[in-house]
């Protein structure tokens, strides 16, 4: 049988991937620049760095957006494989199309809408309940979790399709309640699932600009909303100093769960 | 016999401890299975044998609780179970893949049963063991399912479904997953197990050899109803109609008009044979009625002489034979054009002059060696 | 909260378990959506809500008011139709980019071994995880007229005075594409691993050649997979802000900026609401063609599973 044409292949994957890491190389790169002029090369040097560590306003945004972050994963993962769990398991239902169109809105809506939407809500909800008295941390959550919700659903509801009915059905038999089911069985098999699904929260978080700035108050400023501010006026090293932080230790995150995951794999075979 | 007549010749048979009647399930608008009755005794293993879609899984689903009977009853030792979710029946399964939990050792797995009863530990420690003693599985309890052979997870399988001393143990296609070196010798290993138990079992299996292996009785189901029960002695030699005599076995089929109709015998006048046959048993159809008749290939004798007699026999020519190790299968061309198919062990074919392709030759049967089929 | 196990278990509670995650959805995502509705028929007024109501009790009778303003303006003014229209002529070139550099990628990630396609799939999902707010910033610093790839290509000597490129529509497409790729190529991977390679054997097997069969058998099976990844490029492209406020010029006519300086410059909620209404409308159709092919992959894969 013929396989796929070697240079079309080479040339294919090969520009592909160099138009995906050429910025982030040079993000990188230039963030040993000693010049402040981020694109001229004027030697290397690790000032911008050091100037991350005093720069207390990006620190306490990035520690609030990693705490939104984290909260954010935590209830989008109980939420969204909740609704993933519903689409995968359990059969039609009433109102299912309008289930999965709600569930995948989402994904798809642009954030701007996303953003304008809630933000009315809250000031409504202020006018008329009293609360939330302000905007802020907890008014970016609810707008994270709504994102990050849809995505988590996507992957659990993918996983649990392809898990063995039987084993469900096998533990009903032997005497344990559905509830038991899913907690003895269901939840542990879906594991990797759910780490990947709370890391895919957690960075859609941390990365959001637009709901961040509709739903955000007074001294809730997260980290993506100083960046932006910060670059709306030009090129900045220490952004490319935290950029190289941020790339480096996702980088690694990413590859290692990888590695523990196609060993496991591998493993079970 | 049809499985109502069964019913009611049973209806007060003490042993009884399975009973459904009148299942029904639908899906949308496909009848999986139509108003089947059904008795199995205390202890027995019965099987229901047929080919895929015809509504077996459907129906052992429904006894374990998986799908919910659209209309019927099923009774176990005397309770109604049919609305009784699963983890409440006392009714445990042996799944075709086996599903065992991955993430369990083999001890866990069959202890799990047992912890959901809330069995203390020192209990389950005990009848993990003797269950898994039983399926000589013990030296491997701290493995996990992936670790283990096909052979060996069903071990681990069974002893999971047996530890709970269910009322009812169901087997769904117990031996599809292995190879079929190994698959009689497990059959009859299976059936020990289960005798010396003492559980009364009912399995799903398409293939007739395993029905026949392990059951005590069995069913042939097609199209979701049941359309013979018996023992399988009974069932291949007394098939109550074309489908089930082709379905288990094979089987030369013959059409004829009855001749003479005496209460103990019948002789039936085929247009594929020059002589009549005479069969040994009466029969509930009136004389002129035409009917089919089944002759196993083994009951074929093969010869180079004309047999004796008026009935039974007929001349033909060989026109195939294939070596089946055992035995050899010959396909004789009958002089009306109707083709038979013989069956002659190697033993008879080692001591007598074999005949060989194009030559001439008779085949005759006894008067008990042909059954009339009812459809 | 029970969650049932299958679908034929309690059904009294059937609804209760089914129920939480759609009435966080209902309450965070419709009601806003609802809210956004209603305002839009609202009139700007000075004061906390900074909108008339819609429905008020004057004189013993309720009165309903629809105020137009905004969806006039929408209508008449040449700007916003040209925006409306930009936008979607954007997202529409940005996801056949999309398609053409991805397909591709997609398809030989797919057909490469299982231990080579790990690492290619993870040299695709791996800028996915990095900051996109980051690696537009990157963009910026290559496409500025002192940026990067200017310096390079004088250097060079391929040209003598900088490309503008910065700040103008070429940037935003190339920050788009950037952005959406994985987006792209992830679903559509999906797709194709799933296909059944002997269906290419058989084709082959029945005289037809490389390409034959990948247009007759591989496209039109990776379809889903398609229509998938392209719904998730250009769906989201038509309200982008980011990457036009970043990368576009004063120009750069884009939806999202619209809305987010109706809200934020002008504070102008009704209009806001007004912008917001139409783009949804404008994008019900490739959003009903996204949950169509969802709803239609899920019966398939169910279907198959049966």
Redesign the interface.
Known sequence: ?????NT??SL??G???F??????I??MV?SFNDSP????WSGFSLRWYGSLLNDDALLSAAWLSFKIAALTATAAVV??T??G???G???R?RGF?L????????????????G???L??F??MR?TLGWPAENGTFTIW??H??LC?AFV?VVIQARI?DL???????????????????FR?TL??IAPALVSAW?LSF?LS??D??LA??LSGPGSTTL?ME??SR??LG?KPE??A??TL??LA??TC??LV?RLQ?RKES??K | MSDSRYAAQHAADPDEFVRVSDLVKIFGDVVAVKSVNLAVRRNEIFALLGSSGCGKSTLLRML???EEATSGQIMLDGEDITAV????RP???M???Y?L???MTVEANVA??LK??GVDRAEIHDRVFEALDLVQMAGYSRRKP?QLSGGQQQRVALA??LV?RPKLLLLDEPMSALDKQIRQKTQIELAKILEQVGVTCIMVTHDQEEAMTMAHRLAVMTEGQIVQCGTPQDVYAFPNSRFVAGFIGSTNLLTGTIVVDEPDHVAIECAELTRPLYVSHGVSEPLGMEVHVSIRPERLVVSRTQPQGEYNWAHGMVSHMAWMGSYALYQVRLDSGKVVEASVPSLQLAQSDAPGIDEEIFVSWDADSATVLAS | M??????D??PSN?TL??A???L???L??????L??LK?SFAELQFG??PYTALAEFKDEAIQLSLHLRGYILLFTDSLYLATYLNSLKMAAITTVCCVL??Y??A???A?SSPAVR?V?L??????F???????V??????L?N???LN?LLMSLGIISSPLEIYRTDLAVYIGLV?AY??FFILPLYANLVKMDLRL??AA?DLGAR?WQAFWRITVPLSRPGVIAGA??VF??S?????IP??LGGADTLM??RV??NE??NNAD?PM??AV?CV??LL?LVP?AL??YN??RQ?EA??GA?A
């Not at chain 2, 979710?85 to 409440?88: A, D, E, K, L």
């Not at chain 3, 038509?238 to 980011?242: C, K, T």
């Open positions: 049988m013929k396989g796929p044409n079309g292949r294919a994957l520009l592909g991937y138009f995906l890491y050429a910025p982030i040079s993000l230039f002029l981020v694109t001229s939420i969204g909740w609704a769990y519903v689409l398991r359990m059969g239902f199309a289930y999965v169109g709600m569930l995948s809105a989402p994904l798809v809506i642009p954030e701007v809408v996303l304008i939407s809630l009315l809500m000031v409504e006018g609810v707008g979790v709504t919700m659903a399709r063995d009915r039987s084993l469900e059905e096998a533990a009903l038999d032997l005497g344990a309640t559905p509830l038991t089911v899913f069985i542990p098999l890391l960075t941390l990365d600009v637009v700035s509709f993506p960046v932006f670059v709306r090129l952004v490319n935290l950029a941020f790339i996702v980088g990413v590859v990888n196609w493993e079970s | 374990a609780g998986f979710p699963p983890y409440r009714v445990n399964m799944f075709q893949s599903a939990f991955p993430h799990f049963g959901q009863e992936h999971r479904s709970k | 029970k969650p049932p196990a299958l679908r278990w309690m059937r378990a089914v939480p995650p759609f966080w959805l209902a965070f995502l419709l009601v806003p959506f809210l956004v305002i906390i809500p550099i991805g591709p990628m398809y030989y990630i057909r790990n290619l993870l040299g695709v999902i791996l800028p995880w990095t900051s996109l707010l980051l690696r910033y990157a963009w910026v610093g290559i500025r002192d940026g990067l310096k950037y790729l994985p290419l054997e082959y490389p719904m998730l769906i989201p038509v309200g982008e802000y980011v406020e970043m939806m999202g809305m987010w809200f934020f909620w806001a609401s917001t783009m949804v994008l959003l996204f949950q969802q709803v899920e894969a169910r599973r």
